[in-house]
Each structure stands twice: as structure tokens, then as C-alpha cells.
């Protein structure tokens, strides 16, 4: 019996709350995130037999070093390994959640979108085709309305699938309902910025990659990404090489 | 190795910025919105143009120049209807539970002695009191705590950080700074508890302490008792100026303090950008809401339980011990024996229940007596008393019909025994003359009490703010909860033994007769300031994360009450000033300082409107 | 205050008027967080009222409504939409 661990993050008003609860119901507690004063909610539930763990992180409209919420979330998800990051977007707000997204996909664990309050966005005339998102972004991409506990099932499937690989690599596909098969052919997401920018990160790569003990524990793009945007606490991850 | 990687950045990172004139990071979250944007216009498709409409229409009256505050009020109001007054009217129904228990651990302890408790009872039951008496709001916070989540839910709390956002920023507040504020009580009371857990939402570091830190300054519930009594006493005319004074002048001094401490203490500690989404208004569900209320209510409960404990314990020997000494002991064992003799005098020897009251006998039937009196107390329904005659009579059938008055009926015949009635009506008697001795070994204990000893000590000095050493002992043992401020002015203010039951007011009427009504407003004014109760101090020193801002928030108010209460009752002397004129001239001295305080500007760099 | 020529910035904008993101000329914390809520250049961004005080301000991009402080409005310099 196997215990996975998965982060459940998102932008505030994304009702990441709501899925959460609706998918560890009364299985919940509080704690305290070590030495600050910011509460973790942490549930679980069962799912064939294993124990799957949620973490509730705050919840960021970004993950940049400017706020001790977005250093809580980061610091999660660069240290504590989850095996797999359940992303809350807002579907009536999908563009400005991506933002989120795409810095989620660059630490490199792999993820589940789960696309949430798809009722309000019918309400405001949105009509959203889920597997459109999923062949750009390479993940499962689970349509979700949390106030009516829809898509509950679902999300235990792409998260189940996901942890065993199957939904990033192409090796072999459940066939759940997040893609129906779309996601096996892609490669990992990545965001094209620029041919400046890239460059010098594909400079900045190479010179993380020739120090194993950083670039095992950080995806190397995502840390060149982070050093070239001068971020404080990258700077000091890579100063105390690779200790928290 | 690893300051290569650092270097080669560095490197990097200059070179970019020379070529490309701009920064990474704009670029960076350009492209990032630039995908975003493409993936939108693949995978979305608007069928109408329906955006949020309802919600703009809402804010357009919500944020109104006019009638968003109209509604904001309109709103606090309500938040103060539904959970300060409908809550008390719940808490008349839960506290005979929580009595209910008390009794119950009550008739579990060692019975009461007939003047002298054993501690085994006395101390037990006094941290019992003491925690039902914080228990007791817990109906209130519950609809406090599902009223703020449906705020927060539905969208409004958005609304009421981006209304308030200006005025609380020339006092160093933040928007969001609004809600703490008012759980812990604006105008009406409040309670800092839930005030300071709230303070959790406010994302900058500075604004976060600030607001913590006045909280308890605000109008807490528990204050409202030695308000009540004081301003009956000396303001029985002006009740409601005086009461809105007391109501606004927190709000006042709250704000000051809060624009020093930004200017001062907390001058370096972070800010945080503003940028706040208002989010589109959607109906809570019940469910969310029911599941954060009783989540925090239940964080509330275990958390404060057991400190309240420990420092009522604490509170309890220092107001007990050391004792009233085996001499004073003797002393009034020997009244009480005296009065017994009589007792048994006035039965009359040949009396047949003379017998069983002997020695233990007379202990025992006490103590059946104030049973059967509670008992009753508790039974509102007929069927309720005849189930409470049923279970005494059980219990014994003599005592029973003392209690009776000697009136009784068996098996539907009516007995009239004169013995049994003589005995009762003796017992009364003793009944009073044994509370009375009660109340007097209470008070010489709190007096001669470490508590005591300080409250007398410090008299000299606090005699310019107007407070006698009794006031001192209610203030001191006010620490462990605010009500118990009235209560403990009770034990030290007895009736005369043989006088009629007065109230407290009058009782403390007759013994201060120097007392004037600025001794009373000194005294609230000192009350208004008073330090955070433990369970709140608890609240800040978790939400803070430091012991050192606890302290502080005990100690500066102190301060702050101290000189308010000596400046007023001195000054208001010594310039021959009334009650009611001494509190003008303060609100107005205040107010002044408080306005003079918000115009200084603040440190922010970026800030040119302030 | 400004000199007559400076750039136009979102503090400029009167309510119920759009206008075009030019650029973020603030840094720092406030910079980025007006980066990441969506003020990119290009972006079209409407004024939609003030506060009773007039701080802070209620703008409409990307389809949500954001409010920040007029301080933090001269750090977006803006166009005519």
C-alpha cells in the first residue's frame, strides 16, 4: 500500500477549496507550515488501494520570492517531491490562471489540470473545449464543478494515471477520460520565450547541468529561467547548494 | 562550482538587458500571457456577451461614492444584530447545559464543607467556571465565523478591503485590515478573539501586526458588565452619550496607535503591493460555509481550552492564597457554631428531627438543602418539579419534608407537620447567617490574598487615576476574563450582615461616598484599553510567531489605560471638571491627535497620495 | 508632480475610459505583481470607477476585475486604446 503524495495549488477564487473537499470529504486536517504562521490543510483518500495525500498550497496567482505565500508554495513543491501537482484553474478565467500553469509545468512534476467552475463559465457564455487546452499543454485536463462534486472520479483517474506515468510518457495509456489518448503523443509543454531569452537560457542549462547536485534536484530550465529573472530565493538555493 | 553558475547568470542576465533593453522578467511574463492568450483563443469560444453583468451592477452600488458606505454599515450592523444580539439570545438557552455540567463535576467533588470548601472542590470548580464562562460564547462565534465566510464566499469581503483602503492607509491599516476590526468590535462589542485569527488574511507584513496589535483595544464583549455598572452608577442620565463616547473613542485611540506603531515600531517590516481582484459575486454554498465555521470554532475551542485552564488555575491561588489564617479560621468557626447552638435552641430539644441534624447530620441537610433549591431552580415545568420532589424524597424522606416546610403528600392524603416547618424555618435562618459568614471569609481572602496584597500596595500610586485597592484587585483579576471584573467588585463590596440585598451599585455607592463620576470615567477609560485576554494574547503570539509582540500587547496598553485613567481623573480634579465635561475636553483631545496623526505621511516611497 | 511630457500612465485614465499597456515601469514587488495579474504591453485595460476616496481605483482586464492604489497606477505607463 503505496502513500502518493500530490499538491494541490492554484489561484485564489479558483475554488481549490471546494475540490479539495470534495475529494478528501471528511478525511482533513490543519497543520502549520514549519515556522511561519500559514496554514496547511492536508487530506487524503483512497484510491485502488493506495493512500493518495493532498496538500493544499496557499494559494498564488504566480510563484515568484516576493511573497511568503508563494515562497511556502514553491518551497513545497522544490523539496517536499510531490509526485504529482493537481493544478485549479478557473475556467472563466483560464488566461490568467495559465499564467500559474505554465510555472507549475516548469518545475517539472507532472500535473493534472483540473478545470474548474466550468457552470459559472457556461453562465457568462463561455464554451471551452477541454481537449483542445490538454493537446497544448500535454496533461490531462479534467472539466470539474466542485460546488456539485462533478468530476470527482475523474480527477482520481488522471491523478492515478499520471503518477504512473502514463499520461506524460508515451509508454502506455489508461485511456481515462481526460484525453482519450491525445496525451500519449505529446511532448513535455514548454513556453517559447523569445530567441534572446532562450538563448542565454540554454547557456545558463548547461552551466547548471555540469553541477549534478543542483541539477538533480532542480529542473535545470526552470532554475536558468529563474536566475536570469534575478529571483532572490533561486540565487540562494544554488549559493547553499542545493540545502534547504 | 556554484559560484560559477551564479556568475554566469549575472553575465548572462547584464548582457540581456544591454541588448534587449528590457529586463527577463517582463519578457518572461510577456510570453507567458502571449501562450496563454493564443491557447484562449483556440480552446474558447464566447457565445455571448455576457460578461459578469450582474456582478458590475451589484458594484455599482456597492462601491458607490455614496452608497457603498451606506451599505457597508448597513452591513455591520446586520453582522452585529445577527451574531452579538441573537447570539446572547442562544446563549440563554446553551448556558443551563454548560451549568448543567458544571453541576454535574460539582456533585462529583468533594461536597462543600458548611463555611470552608476543601480545595479539592474549591479549585476544580473555579478553572470549571471559569472555562464554561469562555464556552459560553461559543454560540456567538459560531455565527461570527459562518457570517465572515459568507463574505468572504460570495465575494464581498473583496469590496470591503477596496472601500476601506484609503482611510485605514493613513493610519498605517490595510483594506483588509476592515474585518479584524470589526469582529473585534466596532461600536458594539466584539471580540478580539476572532478578530486577531482574522488577521490572518492580510497578506502585508506591517498592516498584519498593526491590526493585531490594536485589536484588543477594540470593543470587546467582555468589557460591557463594568461599563453597565459604572455608568448606571454615575451616568444614569447621559446612558447613551456616554455609551456612544465609549464605543467611538476605542475606534479613535485605535487608530492612533496603530499610525505610531507604523511610524515607529513597525517601520521596517514589509509591505505588500495592493493588487486585489474582486472577484465575481456567487452564493456560498451551505455546505463550505457550515465546514468553516465549525472548523475554526473547533480550532478555537482546543486551542484555548487548555490555557484558560492554566491561567484561571494561576489566577485562582494568587486570589486564595495564602488564606485567612488558622486564628481567622477559629473566629469564624466560632460564630458559626454559635449560630448553629441557636439554631438547635429555636428547634427546640425535643424537636424529632433534632436527632438527625446533629453534627454531620447538619452538614449533610445543608447540603441537601442547596441541592434541592438548585434543582428546582432548574425545573420549569410542573411535571419537571414533581420529577426533582420524587428524586429528593428518594433520597431521604426526612430531609425531604423539612424542605417541605412540612407540608408533604402521601399517598394522597396531606400531612401538615409543625415540627418539620419549625425546623425549616430555623434553618433559614442559619441558611443566611452561614452565606453571610461564606461572603466575609471570601472577601478577607481575596484581601489578605497575593492578589490582595499587590492591589493594596499599589494603591498609593494608582490612587491618581482614581482606583482603590479594591478596583486594583477587580483590575488585576480582570486578566484572566474581563467579566469577572463585576463579580469580584461583588465579593468585595458585601452587603452589611442583617442589611436587605442591595445591588452592587448602591452597596459601592455607600461605601465610596467620595466617589464621583470622574472616578467612574477614569475607570472606564482604563477598562476601554484594557490588555487582551489570555486567549486572545494566545491568538497573537500564533499569528505572529513571536512572544515578543504578545508581551508588547499586553504591556502597552497597561501603559496607554494607566496615563489615560491618572490624566483624566487628575486633570478633570484638579481643572475642577465634571464626569461629562472631562469627557468632552478627552474625545475632542483625541480626536485631534488621532486626525494630526493620520496626515503625517507615511514612509512608503511609493506612496505620493498620503 | 509630472513634467508636461512624461508618459501617459494608468493614474492619467478617467473612470470609463480604456486605454493600451504600454509598459511597466515600476520594479520590485509591485512591478511584478502587476506583471503576473495580466499587465502586459499590448493589453487593454479599462477604468472602471474609484473608491468613495478615490483610492483605490477598480480596473477591468483580461475579462476580471483588479483594484490596486493610485500609487501603484503611475507604475503602469499606458497609450490611447
Known amino acids: ?244 | 562550482m556554484v559560484t560559477d553558475i551564479l556568475t554566469h547568470a549575472d553575465g548572462e542576465r547584464k548582457k540581456f538587458i544591454a541588448e534587449c533593453k528590457t529586463t527577463p522578467e517582463k519578457v518572461v511574463a510577456r510570453k507567458r500571457y502571449e501562450t496563454a492568450e493564443k491557447i484562449v483563443e483556440s480552446s474558447v469560444r464566447q457565445e455571448k456577451k455576457n460578461l459578469r453583468t450582474l456582478t458590475d451592477k451589484i458594484d455599482r452600488v456597492v462601491c458607490h461614492k455614496i452608497f457603498g458606505p451606506v451599505v457597508l454599515l448597513a452591513i455591520i450592523f446586520l453582522f452585529y444584530e445577527l451574531s452579538i444580539v441573537q447570539g446572547y439570545k442562544i446563549t440563554a438557552y446553551t448556558w443551563p447545559f454548560l451549568a448543567a455540567v458544571r453541576n454535574i463535576i460539582a456533585s462529583v467533588l468533594p461536597s462543600p464543607g458548611f463555611i470552608f470548601d476543601p480545595l479539592l472542590r474549591a479549585i476544580p470548580l473555579g478553572v470549571v467556571d471559569g472555562i464554561i464562562a469562555v464556552f459560553n460564547y461559543i454560540p456567538i462565534f459560531l455565527i461570527l465565523f459562518a457570517l465572515i465566510a459568507i463574505m468572504e464566499d460570495s465575494g464581498y469581503m473583496a469590496r470591503v478591503s477596496f472601500l476601506l483602503d484609503r482611510i485605514f492607509r493613513y493610519f498605517g491599516l490595510h483594506g483588509q485590515s476592515a474585518l479584524p476590526m470589526i469582529l473585534s468590535g466596532v461600536f458594539v462589542g466584539g471580540c478580539a478573539i476572532p478578530g486577531v485569527m482574522a488577521c490572518r488574511i492580510i497578506k502585508d507584513e506591517k498592516a498584519k501586526l498593526a491590526t493585531m496589535l490594536i485589536c484588543p483595544l477594540m470593543n470587546c464583549m467582555a468589557k460591557i458588565p463594568l461599563y453597565i455598572l459604572l455608568v448606571g452608577m454615575f451616568f444614569a442620565a447621559h446612558k447613551g452619550i456616554v455609551m456612544f463616547f465609549i464605543s467611538t473613542i476605542t475606534l479613535i485611540v485605535a487608530l492612533a496607535v496603530a499610525k505610531i506603531l507604523s511610524l515607529t515600531m513597525l517601520r521596517h517590516a514589509e509591505t505588500a503591493p495592493f493588487v486585489l481582484e474582486m472577484p465575481t459575486y456567487h452564493l456560498p454554498t451551505v455546505k463550505g460555509v457550515l465546514r468553516r465555521c465549525l472548523e475554526r470554532t473547533w480550532v478555537f475551542a482546543r486551542k484555548i481550552t487548555t490555557i484558560v485552564a492554566v491561567v484561571v488555575l494561576i489566577i485562582y491561588v494568587l486570589m486564595t492564597f495564602p488564606g485567612i489564617g488558622s486564628d481567622r479560621e477559629g473566629f469564624y468557626s466560632e460564630q458559626a457554631n454559635r449560630h448553629t447552638a441557636a439554631f438547635f435552641t429555636a428547634i427546640g430539644e425535643n424537636n424529632p428531627y433534632a436527632n438527625l441534624l446533629e453534627g454531620q447530620g447538619l452538614h449533610a441537610f445543608a447540603n441537601y438543602y442547596d441541592d434541592y433549591r438548585q434543582a428546582k431552580m432548574g425545573a420549569t415545568s410542573t411535571n419537571k418539579k414533581a420529577a426533582v420532589d420524587e428524586k429528593f424524597r428518594a433520597r431521604n424522606d426526612s430531609f425531604f419534608k423539612i424542605v417541605k416546610r412540612g407540608r408533604y403528600t402521601v399517598d394522597g392524603t396531606t400531612f401538615k407537620d409543625r415540627d418539620a416547618l419549625k425546623v425549616n424555618k430555623a434553618y433559614k435562618k442559619l441558611n443566611r447567617e452561614r452565606n453571610t459568614i461564606r461572603r466575609e471569609i471570601k472577601e478577607e481572602t481575596i484581601i489578605g490574598s497575593v492578589m490582595g496584597r499587590i492591589g493594596r500596595a499599589m494603591e498609593p500610586v494608582t490612587r491618581h487615576a482614581g482606583f482603590n485597592w479594591r478596583v486594583n484587585i477587580a483590575l488585576i483579576g480582570a486578566f484572566a476574563a474581563k467579566e469577572n471584573s463585576v463579580a469580584t467588585l461583588g465579593s468585595l463590596y458585601q452587603a452589611e450582615p442583617g442589611g436587605e440585598e442591595k445591588a452592587l451599585e448602591e452597596r459601592m455607592k455607600e461605601k465610596e461616598k467620595g466617589w464621583t463620576p470622574l472616578h467612574a470615567l477614569a475607570l472606564i477609560l482604563f477598562m476601554t484599553m484594557y490588555p487582551p485576554c489570555i486567549p486572545t494574547l494566545l491568538m497573537i503570539r500564533l499569528e505572529s510567531g513571536s512572544t515578543k509582540w504578545a508581551l508588547f500587547a499586553t504591556l502597552y496598553p497597561i501603559v496607554l489605560g494607566s496615563l489615560f485613567a491618572v490624566v483624566v481623573f487628575t486633570g478633570g480634579t484638579l481643572l475642577e471638571l465634571n464626569g461629562i465635561q472631562a469627557m468632552i475636553v478627552f474625545y475632542i483631545c483625541a480626536l485631534a491627535v488621532t486626525a494630526g496623526l493620520g496626515c503625517i505621511k507615511n514612509a512608503d516611497p511609493l506612496d505620493e497620495y498620503s | 508632480m509630472k513634467e508636461k511630457n512624461a508618459a501617459m500612465t494608468l493614474d492619467d485614465i478617467k473612470p470609463g475610459c480604456e486605454c493600451r499597456v504600454v509598459d511597466v515601469t515600476v520594479d520590485g514587488a509591485t512591478g511584478q505583481r502587476l506583471m503576473d495579474m495580466g499587465f502586459i504591453p499590448g493589453t487593454k485595460v479599462k477604468v472602471v470607477f474609484n473608491a468613495p476616496l478615490v483610492d483605490p481605483v477598480d480596473l477591468q482586464l483580461r475579462g476580471y476585475h483588479v483594484g490596486i492604489r493610485h500609487s501603484e497606477a503611475t507604475g503602469v505607463e499606458v497609450e490611447e486604446a
Open chain 1, 1 to 244: 500500500m503505496k502513500e502518493i503524495i500530490v499538491a494541490v495549488a492554484g489561484q485564489p477564487n479558483s475554488g481549490k477549496s471546494t475540490i479539495f473537499n470534495m475529494l478528501t470529504g471528511a478525511r482533513q486536517h490543519v497543520a502549520n507550515y514549519p515556522g511561519v504562521t500559514v496554514e496547511k490543510k492536508i487530506g487524503r483518500y483512497t484510491y485502488k488501494g493506495d493512500t493518495v495525500v493532498l496538500v493544499d498550497l496557499p494559494g498564488t496567482y504566480s510563484l515568484t520570492s516576493y511573497s511568503q505565500e508563494e515562497k511556502i508554495a514553491r518551497d513545497f513543491l522544490l523539496h517536499e517531491k510531490p509526485a504529482v501537482v493537481l493544478n485549479i484553474v478557473d475556467a472563466a478565467n483560464l488566461e490568467r490562471n495559465l499564467y500559474l500553469t505554465f510555472q507549475l509545468q516548469e518545475m517539472g512534476i507532472p500535473m493534472v489540470v483540473a478545470l474548474n467552475m466550468m457552470d459559472v463559465a457556461k453562465d457568462r457564455g463561455l464554451s471551452i473545449n477541454t481537449n483542445t487546452v490538454n493537446e497544448f499543454l500535454g496533461v490531462a485536463v479534467i472539466p470539474t464543478v466542485g460546488k456539485k462534486n462533478r468530476g470527482a472520479g475523474d480527477i482520481k483517474d488522471a491523478i492515478f494515471g499520471t503518477y504512473r506515468g502514463d499520461c506524460v510518457q508515451a509508454t502506455a495509456c489508461v485511456g481515462c477520460a481526460a484525453c482519450s489518448g491525445a496525451t500519449q503523443k505529446k511532448r513535455p509543454f514548454k513556453i517559447d520565450y523569445g530567441n534572446d531569452l532562450e538563448s542565454a537560457i540554454a547557456s545558463l542549462e548547461a552551466k547548471i547541468l555540469e553541477d549534478p547536485r543542483i541539477s538533480s534536484l532542480y529542473s535545470p530550465r526552470w532554475l536558468a529561467v529563474k536566475l536570469m529573472e534575478n529571483d532572490s530565493e533561486a540565487r540562494r538555493l544554488v549559493k547553499k547548494g542545493g540545502d534547504r
